[in-house]
Structure formats: structure tokens, C-alpha cells
């Protein structure tokens, strides 16, 4: 397939950047950056070469989805200290042995991103814990992220929320500061990826399992397949996360195309229970509408299938992309629980209730605990040692780069404004979502309005309505 590739391409911007924007924003040294108590990963590439791409278009929408694709891999060598204390070394670059090699990584985040402070993808020659915990090799992996997501709490908080609710994985991360060639760079989140691990990441079967995503971005990827959701779209196609792409055989692409495809007949016939595991589904979205994710037409939505057996089924193993936290009204669901770009506004519309009985057990069975722990851990983090040496991390971040990101404090009281209005503002939201059995014949002889779950008027009863009596004023809910 042919790209549209635009003009500005940043390696031919860098070098213009390496000489100018350094002396334009103030340099912050070492000794400082150790200062803030934050650790410190030091990323020393060959010969001084900075990781490059080139700006891309969508090839579908000109207008839309400027991006960035990665066009270079660069050897280094990754250090990671804490003051005066060497946590890791991972040595120089020797394939296969030792050393690293790091590139731009992000879509959208990525193309907003000044050159020099850019989101960055880690592969180590050999498998390690970049988070340094007790049992290393438990947790040893070859591939980590480096988010620009240490600057708010959303990240922070979506990932402990992930946790609370009982996602299969949910990355660990921690904050720390970023030099690279000497040159201070920011406070990152250093993060695990999405991969396949059986001991700590997402388990599927090595031989015969499978991870794939939801992506709007597959133009960048060189192999892909589509499924019967998005066959008139197109926006969305299915990637590879595992196996890796080019280890794909025609017969692994065959069989879970299919498997996806077959899925997608049942929720819309409403016969989805033997494809989908129901409890990683609800777990997904119930956290998104917690946390009030405005996007619902980005990436990072993950589906395993644990192998190609008929005893698993289609899982969400994990959340990613926080974003758009707290950007929906108070009242709201999150865009994902009625946006048709997903599966899930079929499910919550289904004859079948067992996607929604589901979910909302899993509500009123956590309620009051998730809402507790929530606050309980950002008022704990907020007084944290991590986040006292985050906040003067984000000083120096703003000095660096000319920035006005304000304090973690600022955002744990918009946060906690959030939680405590939240969780009483969606519940009769939630609670509407199990069918009331009410007469037909009762209807027939009342007036009603009607309405669609996403709460737009309609005219007849068609699948799922929500209906309100003009003569009570009471609202039930229809299923027809």
C-alpha cells in the first residue's frame, strides 16, 4: 500500500532543532535532575543520533490523523540511577547481548511532540526489569515505554483504577527523568508494554494464542486484516501485538479473523456468551465509565484469545490510554459505552442481559469500595515522597521546555472533585441498564416518551428504550 507522506519529515528538522532549541530553553544539569529524588535513566545513543521519523497522513482522510511513523531504530546504551546509586546497566550496545536500542513511538501524542521530547520506545538486547523490584527475573522483559504521562495524575490513577477492578494486567510504571545524550529531556512514565509474558504481562498460549488490537492507526503497520464491524469503514483494522507481524502465518490470520468474525455475529444476534468472556468486557468499559474517557475512536483497545481451542474466548485483558480522563459530563457515560465504533452499545441494547447483568453486579457489588479506594489512594499519593519529587520534576520539565503544567496537587483536587461527584451522578444511570418487565399492553394504553440508551428521543419502540411515564414522571426501562 502507497502512503501519502507530507513534506516536513524530522530528520531534516532535527539537526536544526539539536542547535537552536537548546539555547532557547534553559539546560538543566545532572546534579539537578538527581535533585528532584526522581531515578534517572540515562540513554546514551551511537555516535550522539537522535531518534527520527517523518510525519504521515492517513491515506483514507487527508484532513485527519496527521501521525508520526518511526523510521529508525538507534543503538544506545541505558543506565538507571537513583542520586549517586547505579540501579541498571544494561552496557553498550551489542546485538543480541547487551545494550538497547530506542525510537519514537506514539501516534497522535507523538505529532504534537516537540522533536527532543518525544515518546520513546526501549528494546533491550537482553531481558531485564527496567523497574529494578525484588524478583527480577519474574519480571524481566525486553520491551518498555517511556510515556509523557508524568505530568498529570491521569495515567496514575487510570492504572490503579485498572487494578482495583481486577483487569488480568495492568502495567507498572514508575516516574523518573530522562537524559538522553546529556541532555535533560522531561519526566517520563518508564512503563511495561503491551506483550505477551506469562509470568507478568498478558498470558496467552506461546504456540497458539493470540493478542491483537483494535487500531485506527493500521496504516502504519505493513500487515493487517479487517473483520465484518468495520468491513464499510475505514477507520479501524485489526494489528498484531502477538505474534509479532512477521511471524504471522496465513493460518493464525485466518483463524482469528474469523473467531473475530463469528464474535461479532453473536453480539449482534445477540448469542454472544460463548465468544466473549463477559467479565473482562464489562471490567473494561465499567472502568472507562468511571474514569469518563471522552475518546472513543482511538487505539489501544486489546482482545486476547488464549489459544485457538474452542475453550477460550475473546478477552480485554488490559487498559490503555488515559488521556481523556475526566472529560465527560459528570452524568455521562463514557464515549465508548455508546459509541457504535466499539462493540459494547450492542451489548448494553441486547435481548440478551447477561453482558448487562453482568456489569451491573460488578457495579453494585464495588460501588462504595472503588470509590473509597480511589480517594484514599490519591490523597496517599498526593502526599507521597514519588509525587513531592514528581512535582519538582514537573518544575524543571516546565523550565526545560517552556511549559506550564501545574502542580500534582492541582490535579488531585480536580480528581477527587471528580470521584466524589461521580459515582452518585452514574448510578441511576447504571441501575436503568437492567430490563424492567413491564406489559406491552400496559405501554400501548399509557403515553410515553421514548428514548435510546444514549439518550436521544425516538419516535417508536425499537430494541432497548429507556421510557418515562408523562403521567408519574417514573422511568423504566423497555426491552421490545
Known amino acids: 500500500m502507497i502512503r501519502k507522506l507530507v513534506s516536513i519529515i524530522f530528520c531534516s528538522i532535527t539537526s536544526f532543532i539539536l542547535s537552536t532549541s537548546m539555547e532557547a530553553q534553559a ?9 528532584t529524588g526522581l531515578r534517572v535513566i540515562h540513554i546514551t545513543t551511537l555516535n550522539g543520533e537522535e531518534p527520527q521519523g517523518m510525519i504521515i497522513s492517513n491515506p483514507w482522510d487527508d484532513a485527519t490523523n496527521f501521525n508520526i511513523k518511526n523510521s529508525n531504530k538507534v543503538a ?148 493487517y486484516f479487517n473483520t465484518s464491524w468495520y468491513e464499510n469503514k475505514y477507520n479501524y483494522r485489526w494489528t498484531w501485538k ?41 471490567k473494561w468499559i465499567l472502568a472507562h465509565d468511571i474514569l469518563g474517557t471522552r475518546d472513543s475512536g482511538g487505539s489501544n ?9 474452542d475453550n477460550s474466548k475473546l478477552a480485554m485483558p488490559c487498559i490503555w490510554d488515559f488521556d481523556s ?26 435481548r440478551n442481559q447477561s453482558f448487562n447483568n453482568t456489569y451491573v453486579k460488578l457495579w453494585n457489588d464495588n460501588k462504595d469500595y472503588l470509590k473509597q479506594s480511589i480517594v484514599a489512594f490519591i490523597n496517599n499519593y498526593i502526599a507521597s515522597d514519588e509525587a513531592k519529587s514528581l512535582d519538582r520534576s514537573i518544575v524543571l520539565y516546565n523550565k526545560r521546555w517552556g511549559y506550564t503544567f501545574p502542580n500534582l496537587h492541582t490535579h488531585a483536587s480536580n480528581a477527587l472533585s471528580w470521584f466524589n461527584s461521580r459515582f452518585e451522578s452514574l448510578d441511576p444511570s447504571i441501575q436503568l441498564l437492567i430490563h424492567t418487565n413491564i406489559d406491552d399492553k400496559r405501554v400501548e394504553n399509557k403515553r410515553y ?32
Request: charge should be negative; hydrophobic fraction near 30%.
Open 301 to 309: 483497545m486489546y482482545f486476547k484469545k488464549y489459544d485457538n481451542t
Open 449 to 480: 416518551q421514548y428514548y435510546n440508551l444514549k439518550g436521544i428521543r425516538q419516535q417508536n419502540k425499537r430494541g432497548i428504550t429507556i421510557i418515562r411515564d408523562y403521567t408519574t414522571g417514573k422511568t423504566f426501562k423497555l426491552k421490545n
Open 76 to 223: 544506545c546504551r541505558i543506565v538507571l540511577t537513583q542520586g549517586n546509586d547505579t540501579l541498571y546497566d544494561s552496557g553498550d550496545y551489542n546485538k543480541n547481548i547487551s545494550g538497547a536500542t530506542i525510537k519514537i513511538n506514539g501516534n497522535t501524542s507523538a505529532y504534537y511532540s516537540d522533536p527532543l521530547n518525544m515518546p520513546y520506545k526501549l528494546k533491550l538486547e537482553k531481558k531485564a526489569d527496567l523497574l529494578c523490584r525484588a524478583n527480577d527475573s519474574d519480571y524481566a522483559d525486553k520491551n518498555w515505554r517511556l510515556l509523557k504521562d508524568a505530568v498529570s495524575l491521569n495515567t496514575i490513577i487510570g492504572l490503579h483504577v485498572s487494578e482495583l477492578i481486577g483487569m488480568e494486567w495492568t502495567s507498572a510504571f514508575i516516574p523518573c527523568n530522562v537524559m538522553i545524550n546529556g541532555d535533560y529531556r522531561g519526566c517520563y512514565l518508564l512503563m511495561e508494554t503491551v506483550r505477551r509474558n506469562d509470568k507478568c504481562r498478558i498470558n496467552t498460549d506461546e504456540q497458539t494464542g493470540y493478542i491483537v488490537e483494535r487500531d485506527p492507526y493500521w496504516w502504519k503497520e505493513q500487515k
Open 27 to 35: 539546560i538543566i544539569d545532572l546534579e539537578t535532575v538527581k535533585n
Open 325 to 350: 480522563n475526566f472529560e465527560v459530563p459528570i452524568n455521562s457515560f463514557s464515549r465508548l459505552h455508546t459509541s457504535d465504533n466499539a462493540y459494547f452499545n450492542t451489548l448494553f441494547q441486547s
Open 242 to 282: 502477538y505474534p509479532d507481524e512477521d511471524d504471522v502465518t496465513t493460518e493464525q490470520e485466518l483463524y482469528i479473523q474469523q473467531y473475530i468474525n463469528n464474535t461479532e455475529k453473536a453480539i449482534r444476534e445477540g448469542n454472544y456468551n460463548d465468544y466473549i468472556d463477559i467479565e473482562s468486557f464489562t
